[in-house]
């Protein structure tokens, strides 16, 4: 069974800048280049929440032959840009 919650942006951005301040001491070990298990786990959200972000708010990502490619300085941009809007 799948519960969905519908969050306030604000609560949103908490959650995720929280999880940012987790894994930033982790940061240095993670490759350049990320599948998305890897991209989820690097921002510390689930893949139906990656997926959510790629939709609705720009999560930069390539699409290569199918595969999903994320670049570990361009999630690290988005999350700067995001959060001083």
Do not use: C
Request: net charge negative; glycine share 4%.
């Amino acid at each position: 069974m799948q519960v969905m919650v519908n969050i306030p942006d604000e609560l949103f951005r908490q959650i995720i800048e929280e999880k940012i301040a987790e894994i930033l001491p982790q940061k240095n070990d993670t490759k350049e280049n990320m599948n998305k298990t890897e991209a989820a786990n690097y921002l510390g959200i689930s893949r139906n929440t990656l997926d959510k972000l790629i939709e609705t708010k720009g999560l930069p990502v390539k699409k290569i032959d199918g595969r999903y490619i994320f670049q570990r300085h361009a999630l690290d941009d988005w999350l700067k840009n995001d959060e001083q809007k």
